[in-house]
């Protein structure tokens, strides 16, 4: 009896659990649905009669799609770009003895932790003198800044984990330290590398500061487009929540596809 | 044995990483560095010049930055707490055996918020807390609560956002460390006490503690960064009761144009995080 | 404007020059773009009606004169920071849009070309330019700066007073109030009940507050934001009178107005829960259409009420002027597309989709009065008003920040009206100082 009652309290609780994380996305995407005067009813309602006239506007009128490719763009390449350095760095951290490592990992961790706007002005003016604003490869290179982090702090640990017996054999016989990296530690690393790279590829799409000081028009990310329509003069609502849903969607289809080693990897360092 | 290799081959493995990040990350530092001894306003680059410590000085004595620091700081020491308790819970419910379906489930959509653009979650927080057509008051019993338009509102609107936003990463990466425990540990444990309490202070806690620091630095790097939800929410309004550091930053160096002093600013902030780093780092986080 | 007749003089002189007074019937944007056909320009625009007009109009320029224009959209708050980073940077942008309060800082910047420089060309400037055609008032705050015409007065407003009507009526009123004092005295008790409110003032912690709201009741009460010597005249009696007669207006508005936009307030409007609201003329189409309101037939318009220091309604608006970083080809396609957006041929098109020109000669015809109400409060507003209503300095961005921080406080009732004043004060002055007023180094002008 007790049991039972605990577990519908259990089932309780985590319907709960559901339907708060649920909700909001619930609101947006109705609301996405209203024709203005609709959204703008008070109280709001709840049945209606849905319209697809935001999202033709936001697709057609207002080039959302292209600041979503862009956003794809920048952060695919931002997250390779963060593996393909980070990896390796990781892996020495992790395995190589050498003088000032500690510091060296301390400062790798920091640049996770700085406020993009201590960056954001500087960057702004050194990228204006190489004539890179409005580029992606400007804001692939500045998210470099919180992906890679990220990516050895993740991944030095998963390479920790992993005990030297394994890759004995393989030193014997004369294989170079990259080899080993590649062929035997990599393999055993991949949960830790998946989730860098989710979470790099989540950061990225959804930065906001420096896509909105340092683009325009050609790279412009999709944040920065769907803050364009806060004008104080009339403020679209049912065309907000329409572009915030194209831009959360492919973002929360990742993540879901992604959620098995996203909860697996998150140990943080945990004892292995 | 950690295997001894050659210079050339640490160097190899992670000059790269070292040489990429100093570009973007160190080069803006150095020239932020020397815009913040300058007078340097964007509207006004004829009349660059050197002054020195002046926008230093001008700082540390402008009370309006040391409160939006001190509400940076509030909002961490609410919010945090929250975060941790609530998915201590979540990770706790989620971590007792059976309703396999549903908790998959739970899971899912724990992954949702973490996932989702800072910036939407403004946006949606302008159209659920409206006083008018807000569902959040009808929610509520069809209160009339100002939200956006009072300070205090305001601000626990920020929180409950916040909150919102990042409890679920704390109760996955919570959830991860419970299911570390090795299970016939804890079964044991839980044949000699009935109280949960017990079993999560003595056995489960120490598979916690790494997960809770990492919790503890991201989301205090995170609190310190804060920009975009509030900057679509309340943009630091009503008055200057949610305007947090970055923001405040934002607003002195490209809405009042003087780079200068936003650089300044810039780099006492930049100082109070790798300060606030040491600590939790080298206090609590195992070594390398 | 001794100027402008100057310009018209020389524009006039030139084209007799070239003796080709006699082709002026043969003049066209069509003959006049020839050479720069294919000539693509950039041009930031709002989200705002007067932007939504001319773009409808745009496909006719572009078909007569060959030359492609690139609208780039931004919401006003974040329209300044673009371009100025984007004349920082030597961007793109051909074409300046300029509100009143920023032509100081991109005059003396040389971001933006005086417009003499084309004038003096008779090829690209339409002979019907007339520049007395405009409003003086308009041209004069938002197109010039030091004397030197910059900018062409494009995207216009005044501020209005909208009533409802029907909501007066019912409490008693057979017309809008004359004064602040009586709007407060009299008509705020009467029309503050059962959840409606007699007034909106939109007071949010951005531009809006500064122009909407602080300014508007320093004015009329005779105040100012600085005096004579560029000091603060935040504290004199005047300037106090009018901020505390804002805190004690505020019991007649909604709660939580610190945090109303134009759009809150004009929303709370056209749904009949407030009674009247000071607004952009700009509006109109807004509240006078049933689709965007409940309210539509009760609408009326009056200019602004009067303080003890006369109608100072708000003024603000924007000119559009050519960037100096656009090549030699953009520069007169630029040309050729700001005098054909402030035409006198489109002023009427403009008007009658939803924009509202600053031509004279558009508002002539007395019809006009009864399609559009705003037109006889309009004109009277523009006929005198305070063009330094915001400073228009190139200190004004970082003044405006900071009477947006205070300001709202002061609403808040987190400092006094003399304490937020006194703040506002001191830190406008450090940055009067900074930029050379005081020590002579800059002339006094706003």
């Keep these: 009896m007790n049991t039972s009652r605990s577990l519908l309290w259990q089932i309780v609780l985590i319907l709960v659990i559901i339907a708060v994380c649920v909700f909001p996305f619930y609101w947006m995407v109705t609301t996405s ?7 703008l009813e008070a109280p709001p309602v709840w049945l209606f009669e849905p319209t697809l006239q935001n999202y033709r506007e936001a697709l057609f009128e207002d080039a959302v799609l292209r600041t979503l490719i862009n956003s794809l763009i920048i952060a695919v390449c931002t997250t390779a770009l963060a593996l393909l350095l980070g990896v390796p760095a990781a892996f020495a951290l992790a395995r190589f003895e050498f003088r000032g490592k500690k510091d060296l990992w301390f400062w790798f961790i920091t640049n996770r932790m700085v406020s993009p706007i201590v960056l954001a002005l500087p960057f702004f003016l050194i990228a204006r003198s190489l004539n890179l604003l409005d580029k992606h490869i400007t804001l692939i290179l500045i998210y470099l800044t919180f992906n890679l982090p990220i990516v050895i702090w993740i991944v030095t640990d998963q390479f920790r984990g992993i005990p030297y017996d394994l890759d004995e054999a393989a030193r014997l016989e004369g294989a170079s330290q990259f080899t080993i990296m590649r062929k035997i530690c990599l393999p055993l690393a991949m949960p830790g590398v998946a989730v860098s790279a989710i979470f790099s590829f989540i950061f990225s799409w959804n930065e ?20 364009s329509f806060m004008e104080g003069y009339n403020l679209p609502y049912g065309k907000i929540m329409a572009t915030s849903t194209l831009i959360v969607i492919p973002v929360l289809i990742f993540a879901l596809i992604a959620s098995k080693q996203l909860v697996r990897g998150l140990t943080m360092g945990a004892v292995k | 044995m950690r295997a001894q290799v050659s210079r050339r081959t640490i160097f190899a493995f992670i000059g790269p990483a070292v040489f990429g990040l100093a570009i973007v990350g160190i080069a803006p530092l150095l020239y932020a560095g020397w815009t913040s001894l300058h007078f340097f306003n964007l509207t006004k680059l004829k009349r660059i010049k050197f002054i020195g410590l002046e926008n230093y000085w001008s700082v540390l004595t402008d009370e309006v930055f040391w409160q939006a620091m001190g509400r940076t700081f509030f909002l961490l020491c609410t919010a945090l707490p929250l975060q941790i308790a609530l998915g201590l819970g979540i990770a706790l419910i989620l971590h007792k055996p059976g309703l396999g379906l549903l908790k998959t489930l739970a899971r899912l959509s724990l992954v ?7 910036a939407v979650v403004g946006l949606l927080g302008q159209v659920m807390f409206n006083q008018k057509f807000g569902v959040v008051n009808q929610l509520m019993g069809g209160a009339n609560i100002n939200w956006i338009g009072d300070p205090t509102n305001a601000f626990a609107m920020i929180i409950f956002w916040d909150v919102w936003q990042w409890t679920p990463f704390v109760a996955l990466v919570l959830l991860a460390g419970l299911t570390m425990v090795p299970g016939e540990v804890e079964e044991a444990a839980r044949l000699e006490t009935k109280s949960w309490w017990v079993v999560l202070r003595h056995v489960q806690l120490p598979f916690l503690l790494p997960g809770l620091v990492a919790v503890l630095i991201l989301r205090t790097a995170d609190t310190l960064k804060l920009f975009d939800m509030v900057f679509t929410l309340t943009r630091g309004g009503p008055g200057s009761s949610t305007e947090f550091i970055s923001l405040m930053i934002q607003r002195v160096g490209f809405r009042g144009f003087d780079q200068g002093l936003a650089s300044a600013q810039a780099i006492i902030l930049l100082i109070i995080t790798i300060v606030l780093a040491q600590i939790y780092i080298r206090v609590f986080y195992k070594e390398v | 404007m001794k100027l402008n007749r100057l310009l018209c003089s020389v524009a006039l002189a030139s084209v007799m020059a070239t003796g080709a007074l006699a082709d002026d019937s043969d003049w066209s944007y069509k003959k006049a773009a020839e050479p720069y056909a294919g000539t693509t320009i950039d041009v930031v625009f709002l989200l705002r009606p007067g932007y939504e007009a001319i773009e409808a109009m745009l496909p006719e320029f572009e078909n007569e004169t060959g030359i492609k224009v690139n609208v780039i959209k931004h919401p006003y708050e974040n329209a300044l920071g673009e371009q100025v980073r984007d004349f920082v940077a030597g961007g793109d942008l051909d074409i300046a849009l300029i509100d009143l309060v920023w032509i100081g800082n991109f005059a003396e910047n040389d971001w933006i070309l005086p417009i003499e420089n084309f004038t003096s060309n008779a090829a690209i400037t339409d002979p019907d330019l007339d520049l007395d055609d405009f409003f003086p008032l308009v041209l004069d705050a938002f197109g010039s700066w030091n004397g030197t015409v910059y900018g062409l007065p494009f995207d216009n407003y005044s501020g209005l007073l909208f009533y409802n009507r029907c909501m007066l009526e019912e409490a008693g009123f057979d017309g809008p109030p004359q004064t602040w004092t009586e709007l407060k005295d009299t008509y705020g008790p009467a029309l503050t009940k059962d959840g409606k409110y007699a007034f909106a003032l939109q007071s949010k912690r951005n531009e809006t507050q500064s122009a909407d709201s602080f300014a508007r009741v320093l004015w009329p009460f005779g105040g100012s934001f600085l005096d004579e010597e560029f000091k603060s005249n935040l504290n004199s009696e005047e300037s106090q009178t009018g901020l505390k007669f804002r805190q004690d207006l505020m019991q007649y508005m909604p709660d939580g107005i610190v945090a109303y936009d134009h759009a809150e307030a004009v929303n709370g409007f056209a749904q009949g829960d407030v009674a009247m609201i000071t607004e952009w003329s700009a509006f109109y189409s807004t509240v006078v259409s049933p689709d965007t309101s409940s309210v539509a037939d009760c609408v009326e318009i009056a200019p602004e009420p009067k303080g003890p220091a006369g109608r100072k309604p708000a003024l ?19 040309w050729l597309f700001i005098q054909w957006a402030t035409s006198k041929a489109n002023a009427l098109e403009y008007l009658e989709r939803g924009g509202v020109p600053a031509r004279q000669s558009a508002y002539e015809d007395p019809a006009l009065a009864e399609k559009y109400k705003f037109v006889p409060a309009l004109v009277e507003s523009w006929q005198d008003g305070v063009p330094e209503f915001r400073p228009r300095f190139a200190e004004w961005p970082e003044i405006t920040e900071i009477v947006q ?3 709202t406080k002061i609403m808040l009732g987190e400092v006094t009206t003399e304490e937020g004043a006194q703040e506002i004060g001191s830190r406008m002055e450090t940055v009067l100082e900074d930029a050379g007023y005081y020590s002579g180094e800059k002339p006094l002008a706003q």
């Design chain 3, 316 to 334: 603000g608006g924007f000119s559009l002027a050519v960037a100096s970083q656009a090549d030699e080809a953009e520069q007169a396609a630029a």
């Design chain 2, 112 to 118: 949702l918020p973490m996932a989702t653009t800072y």
């Design chain 1, 33 to 39: 649905l209203k024709t203005q005067i609709v959204a």
């Design chain 3, 405 to 407: 921080e205070w300001g």
């Design chain 1, 208 to 227: 906001l500061m420096f896509g909105l000081i340092l683009t325009r028009t050609e790279a412009k990310t999709a944040p920065a487009m769907a803050v």
